[in-house]
C-alpha cells in the first residue's frame, strides 16, 4: 500500500505529532490550573525529560530502536537484525 500511496505514512506520522502536542498543551493548561502547579511538578518533569518526554521519529529513537532490534536477534525473535532505517517509511525518518 505505501508504494501506491506513499503520503500516508506521513499524513499520519503528522497527525500524530498533532494529537501528542494538543496532548501536551491540554496538560500544561491542566497542570498550570491546579494544585500540582504549587508544587513545580510540570517544571520538574521537564527538568528531568525535556519539553518532549515522548519523542517521536527515528534521530530521537534510533539508539533505542537498534538496541530493541538487537535484543531480538539474541532472543531469537528476529534471524538477523534490521536496519532501523528499513521498519520506517522514508518520508517519516525525519
Not at 505514512?9 to 503528522?14: H, Q
Not at 496532548?23 to 504549587?38: E, F, N, P, V
Not at 519523542?55 to 530493541?68: D, E, G, K, S, V
Request: charged letters at 25%; proline letters at 5%; a positive charge.
Amino acid at each position: 500500500m505505501l508504494n501506491r500511496h506513499p503520503w500516508v505514512a506521513l499524513n499520519l506520522f503528522k497527525a500524530f505529532i498533532e494529537a501528542k502536542q494538543d496532548g501536551y498543551a491540554k496538560s500544561d493548561s491542566l497542570y498550570r490550573s491546579s494544585l500540582m502547579a504549587a508544587f513545580g511538578v510540570l517544571e520538574m518533569q521537564r527538568r528531568t525529560f525535556g519539553d518532549d518526554p515522548f519523542p517521536y521519529a527515528l534521530p530521537a529513537n534510533r539508539r533505542a530502536l537498534q538496541t530493541l532490534a538487537d535484543y531480538m536477534v539474541e532472543r531469537g525473535l528476529l534471524r538477523e537484525c534490521p536496519s532501523v532505517d528499513e521498519i520506517f517509511a522514508q518520508t517519516t525518518r525525519g
